[in-house]
Each structure stands twice: as structure tokens, then as C-alpha cells.
């Protein structure tokens, strides 16, 4: 069994909800909500349901309307009616104190390319098959993979690698029994012989993500086990992440990378 991180975090983290604001709303909001709360509950955390409404309503109506100001013509259509999307950050402390912040969202061309972290993350930080396990293998075990939250040390290395690598959208994590887990901004999806789309369940250690869930309460989606071969010879791949949506997937191999 390869060696994993096993960390602790030396300050109390902060609880995060990344969410897309379009067309005047947050669509998936009762599901972040729904997050957010049931992680405040395991941890410990203050979380005040109805204030935490009023707050993200608030952060809603004051993003808008500063994009209406940047739009004063009377013949420009306002931010809603062109289809602006906007990045919408809450953080959660633990004594309950809410920070919100919204920041224009571009597009994500699709297919979005990614590749796995075990062909491309090693010590040297290069393509190797000597790559450190520790830096790509996740314990699914670990509690705090199933909160969206600050600490995130068990994918530092790999989103050093994404800066290094801008044309690559994420990496693909395995545990240490070598079964797929996730990607370090996205859920991984494998699509079978039968054509169904098939993303892993939360024991193999991964965040439960609100695109993710949203997909599975409509049937689009079902869970199972799910090697690396499974991935490298799925008909079709797609990730997923509230954010960005529901994207179609190529995955590369490390030596698209090697003259990066």
C-alpha cells in the first residue's frame, strides 16, 4: 500500500462554498446551503441557516446592482439579460462569522484537458514513474476530504503543477487502494460500454460535490468503484464543479507536458 498524507491542521480552517451566480441567481444554492450546513454540524462550526439566506441574498442583489452601474446606457442591457456570470465565495469560521466575495466568472471552453496525478506529479515535479505516491495518492480514510474547507494540504503539490501547466483544467487523484477519487477543482465522471455515466461514491475519499449531487438527484449519474482503467479507456470522461458545470473531458498522458 503506497504512503498517503496523513495531516492535522494547526489552526481551525475555514468552511468554503464556491458558487455560480447567473442570471440573478444561485442556482445550485440549497445544495451549497445544504453543504455547508451538514460540515458546520460534524465540525463544530456556528452556522445560522436563515442569516446565511439573507447574507448570500444580500452579496446577489449588491453584485448586481454594481454591474448595472458599469451599465448605465439605457439602451445596454443590464448584467442578467446578457447572461454575466459571477464567482461567489463564502467562507464560514468557526464562530460563525460569514465572508462573501464575487468576482466576474469567463467561460470554460470545453473540452477541458486533464490528466492523472499519478503520471505527472513527482519529487522533481516533472512527468516521472517514480512519482512520490504521497503527492498523488489520497486516504480515503480521511475525515476532512469530505468537507469543503481551507485546508487542502494533500493537493498543494498538484496545484503547484496546474500553475505550471495552464492548459491542463485539473489532475485526477486515486486513493491509496488505486481507485479513482477526484480531481483538486473537480469531480470525475467515466462513462461505461452502455453509455451510463459513472462518478466514485464519497468512501473512496472525496469531496461531495454540489454539481455532483445535483446530477445524481436527477439520474444523470451513478456511483461505483472505479479503476485507472477504467478511466483510461472510458469511452468519454467529463468533470464537474458548481462553478464550471458539467464539461466533457480528454485525458492526457505526461508527455504532453514534457516540453512545458
Known amino acids: 500500500m503506497p504512503d498517503v498524507l496523513h495531516p492535522t491542521p494547526n489552526s481551525t480552517p475555514e468552511l468554503i462554498e464556491t458558487m455560480r451566480l447567473h442570471a440573478g441567481r444561485i442556482a445550485l444554492w440549497p445544495l451549497h446551503r445544504s453543504r455547508l450546513l451538514a460540515s458546520a454540524a460534524s465540525l463544530g462550526y456556528k452556522a445560522d441557516a436563515q442569516a446565511l439566506d439573507a447574507k448570500v441574498l444580500a452579496c446577489i442583489q449588491k453584485t448586481l446592482s454594481d454591474a448595472s452601474r458599469q451599465h448605465p446606457a439605457p439602451n445596454v442591457p443590464d448584467a442578467t439579460a446578457v447572461g454575466q456570470s459571477w464567482r461567489v465565495r463564502l467562507l464560514l469560521a468557526q464562530n460563525g462569522e460569514v465572508q462573501l466575495t464575487a468576482a466576474e466568472l469567463p467561460e470554460t471552453p470545453s473540452p477541458v484537458t486533464i490528466a492523472l496525478a499519478c503520471d505527472v506529479l513527482s519529487q522533481g ?3 516521472s514513474s517514480t512519482a512520490d505516491p504521497a503527492v498523488h495518492c489520497l486516504d480515503a480514510s480521511n475525515s476532512w476530504l469530505r468537507h469543503k474547507t481551507t485546508f487542502r ?10 500553475q505550471q501547466h495552464p492548459s491542463c483544467f485539473d489532475l485526477i487523484f486515486v486513493n491509496q487502494s488505486g481507485h479513482l477519487c477526484e480531481g483538486s477543482r473537480s469531480t470525475i465522471y467515466v462513462q461505461d460500454s452502455q453509455g451510463r455515466w459513472l462518478t466514485p461514491p464519497v468512501t473512496e475519499g472525496l469531496l461531495p460535490g454540489v454539481m455532483r449531487q445535483s446530477l445524481l438527484n436527477d439520474n444523470h449519474v451513478s456511483e461505483a468503484r472505479l479503476s485507472l482503467h477504467d478511466m483510461r479507456t472510458a469511452p468519454a470522461l467529463r468533470v464537474s464543479n458548481a ?3 458539467w464539461l466533457d473531458a480528454r485525458l492526457a498522458g505526461p508527455a504532453m507536458f514534457l516540453d512545458i
Do not use: C, K, T, V
Request: positive net charge.
Open 125 to 127: 515535479n516533472a512527468p
Open 243 to 245: 462553478l464550471r458545470g
Open 153 to 162: 494540504p494533500w493537493y498543494q503539490a498538484g496545484q503547484h503543477w496546474l
